[in-house]
T-cell receptor, first 116, second 117 residues
Framework: GESVGLHLPTLSVQEGDNSIINCAYS??????FIWYKQESGKGPQFIID?????DKRQGQRVTVLLNKTVKHLSLQIAATQPGDSAVYFC???????????????FGKGTHLIIQP | GAVVSQHPSRVICKSGTSVKIECRSL??????MFWYRQFPKQSLMLMAT?????????EQGVEKDKFLINHASLTLSTLTVTSAHPEDSSFYIC?????????????FGSGTRLTVV
């Protein structure tokens, strides 16, 4: 869905705690979802992805949950560290057959702040 | 992993001039590249999709005559902002698709901060 906003929501957590960042998407045709981390002045960095045929996927310290019924995506970061401070975006797209690719639609983003 | 190089990282230009931004896939062939724009404290917005050897597809509201995209090879796409105005000042980011990559290849460049004075 469209993602335009005047400011980013902020989530502040204590170092070592777990954090959960949520994202709602609007396109029922989307079948591939990605979470990105963006530090100031840099391009988005891939964190984890999930296809629509799954509802959970785990990586190192990160877990993505997908609820297609309510079009909701979440990113869980375990044992947060100072380096996790950044803006996190969810992105959605529809994978094309035959080798083509659609662009990504980004969510509004959440600014995660890790408190020492 | 897949690496996308984008430059320049920063550019300041005078109003009315044109600026070219390059996006290169360093270790894979990108049949599709994407260009995004990001205003401060906002999300990324897709501007156009560029397929090698064919005309770019622009998103609604993006002027194709102002934002010229060329994707002449499998490793290079360029975005030229023509007759730049202060409202074009933004962070421009490219992404290249490598369908052979584990994450379907949505790898991003480091972005270009354009300031039009």
């Amino acid at each position: 869905g469209e993602s335009v906003g005047l400011h980013l929501p902020t989530l502040s957590v204590q170092e070592g705690d777990n954090s959960i960042i949520n994202c709602a998407y609007s396109n029922s045709a989307s079948d591939y979802f990605i979470w990105y981390k963006q530090e100031s002045g840099k391009g988005p960095q891939f964190i984890i992805d999930i296809r629509s045929n799954m509802d959970k996927r785990q990586g190192q310290r990160v877990t993505v949950l997908l609820n297609k019924t309510v079009k909701h995506l979440s990113l869980q970061i375990a044992a947060t560290q100072p380096g996790d401070s950044a803006v996190y975006f969810c992105a959605e797209t529809h994978l094309l057959s035959g080798g083509g690719a659609d662009g990504l639609t980004f969510g509004k983003g959440t600014h995660l702040i890790i408190q020492p | 992993g897949a690496v996308v190089s984008q430059h320049p990282s920063r550019v300041i230009c005078k109003s009315g001039t044109s600026v070219k931004i390059e996006c290169r896939s360093l270790d894979f062939q990108a049949t599709t590249m994407f260009w995004y724009r990001q205003f401060p404290k906002q999300s990324l917005m897709l501007m156009a999709t560029s397929n090698e050897g064919s005309k770019a597809t622009y998103e609604q509201g993006v002027e194709k005559d102002k934002f010229l995209i060329n994707h002449a090879s499998l490793t290079l796409s360029t975005l030229t902002v023509t007759s730049a105005h202060p409202e074009d000042s933004s962070f421009y980011i490219c992404s290249a698709s490598d369908r052979g990559a584990a994450n379907y290849g949505y790898t991003f460049g480091s972005g270009t901060r354009l300031t039009v004075v």
